[in-house]
């Protein structure tokens, strides 16, 4: 008899999914800043890869990425929030609570460069980045990664104000 209130609230649980989803997409479309979040650690998972970090340093960096980005959300939700509540007037109390979260984000993309120097810096890297063959991949990546930040998303940046 429970098995129509357990449908409810999968779909419900699924519908939270998808918001949650669509909350993702419209951000990396409309949000450089966290395209280069994502691409920087995208660029770290890589290199713990190639370096054959352990799974303690891999856990350490996923952390800090997954911080970054997610402080990277919090902060365009609390930028569009006060948009909406101060709409086409300038209120001091609007700006500090803007510059306040992106203070947030810069903090922790501070110190996730700086557990990214503790876990990288290593002579092994210098070898890898010395093979000729690994530039050949690391090129075009590099432009990928260049066109996902600046590129990506370039249609809508006049519907994102």
Request: contains cysteine.
């Amino acid at each position: 008899m429970c098995f129509p209130r357990m449908r409810f609230e999968l779909e419900a649980l699924l519908r939270s999914f998808q918001y949650a989803f669509q909350g993702l997409w419209t951000c990396l479309r409309r949000e450089r800043n966290l395209r280069i979040h994502l691409t920087a650690a995208c660029w770290a998972l890589w290199l713990c890869w190639a370096l054959k970090l352990g799974r303690l340093q891999l856990a350490v960096l996923m952390l800090s990425s997954a911080l970054v980005i997610s402080l990277e959300l919090v902060n365009t939700a609390i930028e569009r929030l006060t948009d909406l509540a101060c709409q086409r007037k300038w209120h001091p109390l609007a700006k500090a609570a803007k510059d306040t979260a992106a203070a947030a984000v810069l903090i922790a993309a501070a110190f996730a460069v700086g557990i990214g120097v503790c876990l990288f810096w290593r002579p092994e890297l210098w070898e890898l980045l010395s093979r000729p063959l690994i530039w050949a991949g690391i090129l075009p990546a590099a432009l990928l990664s260049l066109w996902f930040i600046f590129g990506f998303g370039a249609n809508n940046r006049k519907t994102a104000k």
